[in-house]
């Protein structure tokens, strides 16, 4: 069982950054996914940004421009850098590995992307607080 821990969470005002960090215990898989996640209070949890072992990478519009996320495949971390942070980013920031993804956009699995059934290990989250 894959074991994923997210870190870095915590309260900025509104304009600033944020890194979030993810630890995951092991990727031994010809291809993968890791996702991050966000749940915002009364609201369904949404895609934020997803990177395979390739390092291809795909966000959601909203974070276009102001969120990167990468990997440390040495040392199976995951990544993602927030900046510009705005009060609609405050949310429980997730991550998750779906075994087997690749993101070639020619693929059909690209369209499923967000799809959070396919991601099979879960992190417990992180919270942001952006405030204005």
């Known amino acids: 069982q894959v074991q994923l821990v997210e870190s870095g969470g915590g309260s900025v005002q509104a304009g600033r950054s944020l890194r979030l960090s993810c630890a995951v215990s092991k990727l031994t898989y010809n291809n993968y996914c890791l996702g991050w996640f966000r749940q915002a209070p009364g609201k369904e949890r949404e895609g934020v940004a997803v990177?395979?072992?390739?390092?291809?990478?795909s966000y959601t519009d909203s974070v276009k421009g102001r969120f990167t996320i990468s990997q440390d495949n040495g040392k199976n971390a995951l990544y993602l850098q927030m900046n510009s942070l705005k009060p609609e980013d405050t949310a429980m920031y997730y991550c998750a590995l779906w075994p087997g993804c690749n993101l070639l956009p020619f693929l059909p699995m690209y369209g499923g992307r967000w799809d959070q059934r396919k991601y099979q290990s879960w992190g417990q989250g992180t919270q942001v607080t952006v405030s204005d």
């Open positions: 990177i395979d072992i390739n390092g291809r990478t």
